[in-house]
Each structure stands twice: as structure tokens, then as C-alpha cells.
């Protein structure tokens, strides 16, 4: 029996919010957690959109600066309820994480220890860890169906886990062999199809409202783009203009948001890609903050709600509160965490609305379905390499690397091994696998474990 969803109009503003905010609050993991929640809520169980759209709309925000899930969240939202829906799927992406990195980086300011919200991330990460694993499997599955796509994700993967490849390296590699296959064997490269099937049954309510032309507003306009450019260059440089007249340029205010506005514009291959060059920057130029607290920074970004690139808004409290002059260090942390948060993301929110309708527009080229195809197979190497990544760090305390034969592979401390960590993740993928257990019952009882096995012992 067909689902009566598939043929609906556009969710309510009411009911786009409730479900966007879920996905804010229960967004853990980093992009893969994220990307694999995204997709179990909005294809598999709302059927919002279907599959091709889905990665279409990824596969552009991996190409873009900035945290691809959340400018995922904001494509999604604005296909389904145009700008407002944009600005509301991005903004609670952003906003839950925000407010609880802004009560943590207050609470590691005064206190530095919080062992038992600690304990309790040991579990919400084992949980996501399966999360992530699952969709893999998933977007796998669906993604990979030839063995040129599989060839690409294990080139992929490898090419980023063994040989550190630089991801924008690594997409343009195979949207190359994604393009050139396509040509000579489409039968084998063009496997993310524009349009589903002949148009005659709506696969997602996004289909059901192409279908009806509700959808005139993913068309693109000049006049549009350029009120955006300048909508945005006022909302995003407007701040930063008004930071340096009225303080002056060494006032860390200022000097926060003209370094995170820059990083809002190279942060390409998401947080893990540009974290080195912003530790330098953050501790040996400016001083904000020492090294191990920058690692203190990434892990409450890791296992918090929102983007990895939220580590931005710790660095930018912790910057003001001990460097501003004439104000009380908590409420000057705060400011600095707005200041950073805001010229972060306000740039995110200009590519999407700027780029999607042509992004949109270049569904049925076959081209670049090909490129995209070829990408979207990459993309699936790169999250299982953030899973792996992600599930050794769950497993163990100490995680370091050596170089074999021009290859750098991982290495780990048996004695840092977390026995809390790994039997939860088991406990987490019996209950998500074989119980078909949901994200947010799994996030509690993980979490809730972890909690218990940490006052207990």
C-alpha cells in the first residue's frame, strides 16, 4: 500500500519546525551522525524528499565552505518552504548546539571539569557511532549501484584515510572519472538520475510538489541573487565593519570576527579540514587559548548537538573572556561566542540561497548527473572515513598515527581502551539493528547508561 504522505502538500510551518528542531537537538556525531540522521528522518520515515534529491542537495554542500549538514538542513528546508523554511531548518541546526556549547564553554570557564555530562557523551557517542555506521549503509546501498561507483568509494576512503588527500582534491578527482564515464559508459557512471522515473507517481512531497509546480521558487533570477549578495554582504560584513570602527582592529572582538569570517570562506571539507590551521592561529597568533584546551574545545564540539565547526564558537568565548578590557569576562565570553557564531554562519545560509536554484536547475543535465554520481560515490569513502575516525576515537582515549610506506596509519593505546565506550556501542547496535530501535531512544538509554556506569564505579 503506498503511503498517503508521498502525495501531500508541503509540511505546515508548524510542523517543518517541530521536525527541524528534533533534528537540532538529536544532530550528534559531526557530519556523518548528522547526515545519517537527516536522511533516516526526512527520506526514510517523513519522506520529505526521496533519494536523488537528497544527495543532489548534498553533493552541492560538499562542495561548499562551511559545515555541508547544516547548508543540508538549509536546502532542504528552503525546497520545502522556500526561504523561511531555509532560514528555520538552519537555524535549529545551529541554535540547540549553540546554547549548549555556550553553557558548557561558561562552565569550563569557571569550573574547567564536568565529569558528569562527560560521562554521559561516553554514551551519547557510542550511540551515534551506529547511527553513522547505519548510513553508511544506507546511502551506500542506494549510491553504489556499479562497480565503478564502489571502485570510487574505496578510492575514496582510502585516498583520505591512508594518504590524507585533501577532500576538495578528492571531489573534483571523482566528479573527473564520474564525467568521463559518463560519456563513454553512462550505463555505469549515471546512476543519480535527475527525475524520478517517468514523472508518474511522486516518490517524496517534494516530487508531489514539482508535480503540481510549487516549486517556482527554485527557479533561478538575477534580480534575486543580486539582492541577495547584498542582503548578506550587510548582514555578514555590516558586524565586522561596525566591530573595527567602534573598537578599533585590535580589539579581540574585532579581531574574532575577521578571523572566523575569513574561516567561514576556506573551511572547505568541513571542521576537520581547516582545525590545524585554526589551533595555530587561535593559539600561537592570538593567545586566545591554550592547545590542550583547543582539544578540551573539539571534543564538547564532538559530542554536543550541531556542527564540528561549533569548536569555533568555544575558541571565540574563551578569546573574550580573557582578553576583552572594561567588562565582565562571563558577559564578554558571550559576546564573543554571538560575534563567532554569527559571521560563521550567516555566509553558510548566502550559499545556499544563491546557488540551490541553479544547482537545482542542473538536475536532468546528464553531465553532471554523471559528475554527481561519481562524487556521491566519494562522498559515501569520506563518511565512512569520519566513521572510522569517529569510532576509533570513541574506542580509544589515545589515538595517534605513523607513517609506513608514504601511508599514515592509525595507531592505538591498548591500555586507553574505553570498555564503557565499545560495550555501548555494541548495546546501541543491537537495539538500532535487530530491535529497530529510533535515534532518540537509543541517544537515552546509551546515555542514561553511561551515567550510571559512571557513578557506580
Same mark, same amino acid.
Given at each position: 500500500m503506498s503511503d498517503n504522505r508521498n502525495t *501531500? %502538500?508541503?509540511?505546515s510551518f508548524r510542523e517543518a519546525f517541530g +521536525? /527541524? =528542531?528534533?533534528? $537540532?537537538? =538529536?544532530s550528534f556525531g559531526g557530519p556523518a551522525g548528522q547526515i545519517a540522521l537527516m536522511h533516516r528522518v526526512l527520506v526514510e520515515e517523513r519522506r520529505w524528499i526521496d533519494e536523488s534529491r537528497f544527495l543532489h542537495a548534498l553533493n552541492y554542500c560538499m562542495l561548499l565552505p562551511g559545515p555541508e549538514a547544516q547548508q543540508l538542513a538549509t536546502y532542504i528546508g528552503w525546497l520545502l518552504n522556500r526561504t523561511v523554511g531555509g532560514l528555520v531548518a538552519g537555524l535549529l541546526f545551529v541554535l540547540p548546539g549553540a546554547f549548549v556549547i555556550l553553557a558548557l564553554s561558561i562552565a569550563y570557564a569557571l569550573y574547567a571539569?564536568?565529569?558528569? !555530562? %562527560? %560521562?554521559?557523551? !561516553?554514551? !551519547?557517542?557510542a550511540a551515534v557511532l551506529i547511527v553513522v555506521v547505519e548510513a553508511v549503509l544506507r546511502i551506500g546501498k542506494r549510491a553504489l549501484k556499479t562497480a565503478p561507483m564502489y571502485l570510487i568509494a574505496v578510492a575514496g576512503f582510502v585516498a583520505i584515510f591512508l594518504f590524507a588527500v585533501p577532500f576538495p582534491i578528492i571531489i573534483a578527482g571523482a566528479a573527473l572519472i564520474g564525467l568521463i564515464g559518463g560519456m563513454t559508459r553512462p550505463d555505469l557512471f549515471v546512476v543519480m538520475k535527475g527525475q524520478s522515473a517517468d514523472g508518474a507517481v511522486a516518490e517524496s512531497v517534494v516530487d508531489a510538489m514539482a508535480a503540481r509546480g *510549487? =516549486?517556482?521558487?527554485?527557479?533561478p533570477s538575477a534580480a534575486r541573487s543580486v539582492l541577495l549578495i547584498a542582503v548578506f554582504g550587510v548582514l555578514w560584513g555590516g558586524p565586522v565593519a561596525a566591530l573595527f570602527v567602534v573598537l578599533g582592529g585590535d580589539n579581540v572582538f574585532a579581531q574574532e570576527a575577521a578571523f572566523f569570517s575569513k574561516l567561514a570562506v576556506v573551511t572547505f571539507g568541513g571542521a576537520y579540514? +581547516?582545525?590545524?590551521?585554526?589551533?595555530?592561529? %587561535? !593559539? *600561537?597568533?592570538? $593567545? /586566545?587559548?591554550?592547545g590542550a584546551e583547543m582539544l578540551d574545545g573539539l571534543g564538547l564540539a564532538e559530542t554536543t548537538p550541531g556542527p564540528l565547526i561549533m569548536v569555533t564558537q568555544f575558541v571565540g568565548f574563551l578569546g573574550a573572556y580573557r582578553h576583552a578590557v572594561g567588562i565582565d569576562p562571563i558577559l564578554a565570553g558571550v559576546i564573543g561566542s554571538v560575534v563567532t557564531v554569527w559571521v560563521t554562519f550567516a555566509p553558510c545560509f548566502l550559499w545556499i540561497f544563491l546557488g540551490a536554484p541553479y544547482i537545482e536547475r542542473l538536475r536532468d543535465n546528464v553531465h553532471l548527473s554523471a559528475a554527481l554520481s561519481g562524487i556521491t560515490a566519494a562522498v559515501v569513502g569520506v563518511i565512512m572515513n569520519l566513521a572510522v575516525w569517529f569510532g576509533l576515537r570513541v574506542a580509544f582515549a589515545e589515538v595517534g598515527s605513523m607513517e609506513v610506506a608514504g601511508m599514515s596509519l592509525p595507531t592505538m593505546a591498548a591500555e586507553s581502551a574505553n570498555l564503557t565506550a565499545i560495550g555501548l556501542t555494541i548495546v546501541a547496535g543491537i537495539v538500532m539493528f535487530r530491535l529497530h530501535w529510533d535515534v532518540l531512544r537509543t541517544l537515552a538509554l546509551c546515555g542514561g547508561g553511561a551515567i550510571l556506569i559512571h557513578l557506580m564505579i
Open positions: *501531500e %502538500a508541503a509540511p +521536525v /527541524w =528542531l528534533k533534528i $537540532g537537538l =538529536l571539569q564536568i565529569p558528569l !555530562v %562527560a %560521562a554521559a557523551f !561516553v554514551g !551519547v557517542k *510549487e =516549486l517556482s521558487h527554485t527557479k579540514a +581547516v582545525l590545524a590551521y585554526m589551533a595555530q592561529q %587561535a !593559539v *600561537e597568533t592570538y $593567545g /586566545w587559548l591554550t
